[in-house]
């Protein structure tokens, strides 16, 4: 029965540091060197897809108002797998509520955040 309990244990413990794993795992602090890292700016962007990725394209759009006159052009394409983009979302979520919750709504709505030039010259006045 002894051999039975030392067994039992055994794989209690084997199976101990696999449960802690994933808390161990998000407790993990990861070092990010940033020295080389190029920033850009980017007012569009368009998402496409397949089985396996997501494809996120960047860009800058010059003529924001109406249909752009010419091709917007892409300077920057994010290509992940549906886990990474899950994370990207969900931490994108949070610094977006985050920020609403300190400074307000964000409208999304050109339109509604567009004052026409009448209400702006009368609000002057």
């Not at 990861?30 to 990725?53: I, K, L, M, Q, W």
């Not at 010419?70 to 994108?92: C, D, E, F, G």
């Not at 509520?97 to 709505?109: I, K």
């Amino acid at each position: 029965m002894a051999k039975a309990e030392e067994e039992k244990q055994e794989e209690q413990q084997a199976a101990a540091p696999e449960a802690a794993a994933p808390e161990a795992a998000a407790q993990q602090r990861v070092e990010v060197d940033d020295s080389n890292v190029a920033a850009c700016y980017a007012n569009f962007c368009r998402v496409n897809g397949t089985p396996e990725e997501l494809i996120i394209d960047f860009g800058l759009n010059s003529q924001p108002f109406g249909a752009p006159q010419k091709p917007l052009s892409v300077n920057q394409r994010l290509v992940v797998n549906y886990y990474t983009a899950k994370r990207l979302m969900a931490a994108l979520q949070l610094s977006i509520q985050r920020h609403e919750a300190a400074f307000g709504v964000l409208e999304t709505n050109v339109q509604k955040r567009v004052l026409p030039a009448a209400m702006r010259q009368s609000a002057g006045k």
